[in-house]
Every structure is written in C-alpha cells, then in structure tokens.
C-alpha cells in the first residue's frame, strides 16, 4: 500500500516562503517520478513542478519558474518543494504524486500520468 503524506503548509505574507514535504511509505521514491499539483477553489487541479526518477531533470509550470525548487532525500524517501516569493495567486491545496511506472523520465504534467496522491496541503498566501 502505497501512502504519501504532505506537510509543511500554512499561512504566509506574499513575498514569503514555505517548504512542502511529501514522504512516502510502501514504495521507494528514487525509482519513481514525482510531482507537485495544486487545486484553488473552483479550479482544476494544475500542474506545479515534477522530477525525473533519478532527480536528473525537473520540470516547472511557468508561473513558478524562478520562485519553487522540487528536491529529494532519498534517504527519508522524501520530496519536498520550495516555495519562495509567494504570491497571493500561489493560494490553493498542494499535492504530491508519485508515477506507476518506474525509471521514466519525461515531464509528466498531467493527473492520470500519476498513480498515487497524497491528501494536499493548504498554502495560503495573505496580503
């Protein structure tokens, strides 16, 4: 059984930062691409940021570009992601996923491209 459990949002002034945490149990994420979603009220779930299995490539939506850093700790089988420089517009429930498929590369940015999700995270971002 494969969980993913995100952590690490809250409540931030624009301009500031948060560090997201996805860590996983029942599969090892080194093998596995990762990615980063996000859902604000009454809109569709977005792309946010993936990496290749291996963490060799990682792939952003433009408007976070410069401003969000997807990582690893393979040890803790771990994802995180960065946020910095947060904007209002960066409001919304974060998730983590994790692919089916092992040793892919490619930048997966679409939901059914990934197999197992956690249950998000609220990063809201005040003025």
């Known amino acids: 059984q494969v969980q993913l459990v995100e952590s690490g949002g809250g409540l931030v002034q624009a301009g500031g930062s948060l560090r997201l945490s996805c860590a996983a149990s029942?599969?090892?994420?080194?093998?596995?691409?990762v990615g980063w979603f996000r859902q604000a009220p009454g809109k569709e779930r977005e792309f946010v940021a993936a990496s290749s299995w291996n963490g060799g490539n990682t792939y952003y939506t433009d408007s976070v570009k410069g401003r969000f850093t997807i990582s690893r700790d393979n040890a803790k089988n771990t994802v995180y992601l960065q946020l910095n420089s947060l904007k209002l517009e960066d409001t919304a429930v974060y998730y983590c996923a994790v692919r089916n498929e092992a040793y892919r590369s490619g930048r997966y940015s679409s939901p059914p491209e990934y197999g197992y999700w956690g249950q998000g995270t609220q990063v809201t971002v005040s003025s």
């Open positions: 029942g599969r090892t994420l080194s093998s596995y691409g």
